[in-house]
T-cell receptor, first 111, second 114 residues
Framework: EDQVTQSPEALRLQEGESSSLNCSYTVSGLRGLFWYRQDPGKGPEFLFTLYSAGEEKEKERLKATLTKKESFLHITAPKPEDSATYLC????????????FGKGTRLSVIA | DSGVTQTPKHLITATGQRVTLRCSPR?????VYWYQQSLDQGLQFLIQYYNGEERAKGNILERFSAQQFPDLHSELNLSSLELGDSALYFC?????????????FGSGTRLTVV
């Protein structure tokens, strides 16, 4: 069973059409939830870290929020350059566990 | 440039062969993580080193091994290669141990086994 699930798998938006990506996790409690952006053939690029329910972080057109069981990445008025795969990763509370990644949402923004 | 350097960028090799992937972490980062990314599986954790010692192991195959050297660079060795080993291999480094220290990834090595 996947511990970190992202939806949708792919999303196609018109330029300026706002939407949200979802990341849900199955374990109780976490030490941190991370959002990354990945362009084709490149390494993931760190965007945000969230620690506790109710926390929000913003960067340009992106806003990440966290509840007890899921996180949302809101994209406001996206531009074509926002096209990428967005990855969610969770650091679980037990021991020295590495980040567990979801499979990502592939976002395409059409001009 | 993220500060994490991976070489080579591309590698094409035949089944049954052995290859070595190299990673230099950001200056001062003690932790190195190796991940495998294939189209259908996403990023899968392989192994972590901290200051030269193995700290955590994921579903790493017995044919794969890694080490971290005194200068903190790391190498991932893949042997008896199979077609299914074709993937992107990423190295990431991390400065601190608290969750707010996100991983910094290199640009990856694309391995193609033919």
């Amino acid at each position: 069973e996947d511990q970190v699930t992202q939806s949708p798998e792919a999303l196609r938006l018109q330029e300026g059409e706002s939407s949200s990506l979802n990341c849900s996790y199955t374990v109780s409690g976490l030490r941190g939830l991370f959002w990354y952006r990945q362009d084709p053939g490149k390494g993931p690029e760190f965007l945000f870290t969230l620690y506790s329910a109710g926390e929000e972080k913003e960067k340009e057109r992106l806003k990440a929020t966290l509840t007890k069981k899921e996180s949302f990445l809101h994209i406001t008025a996206p531009k074509p350059e926002d096209s990428a795969t967005y990855l969610c990763a969770v650091q679980f509370p037990s021991g020295n566990t590495p980040l567990v990644f979801g499979k990502g949402t592939r976002l395409s923004v059409i001009a | 440039d993220s500060g994490v350097t991976q070489t080579p960028k591309h590698l094409i090799t035949a089944t049954g062969q052995r290859v070595t992937l190299r990673c230099s972490p950001r200056s001062g980062d003690l932790s190195v993580y190796w991940y495998q990314q294939s189209l259908d599986q996403g990023l899968q954790f392989l192994i972590q080193y901290y200051n030269g010692e193995e700290r955590a192991k994921g579903n790493i195959l017995e044919r794969f091994s890694a080490q971290q050297f005194p200068d903190l660079h790391s190498e991932l060795n893949l042997s008896s290669l199979e077609l299914g080993d074709s993937a992107l291999y990423f190295c990431a480094s991390r400065g601190g141990t608290e969750p707010n220290y996100g991983y910094t990834f290199g640009s990856g090595t694309r391995l193609t086994v033919v």
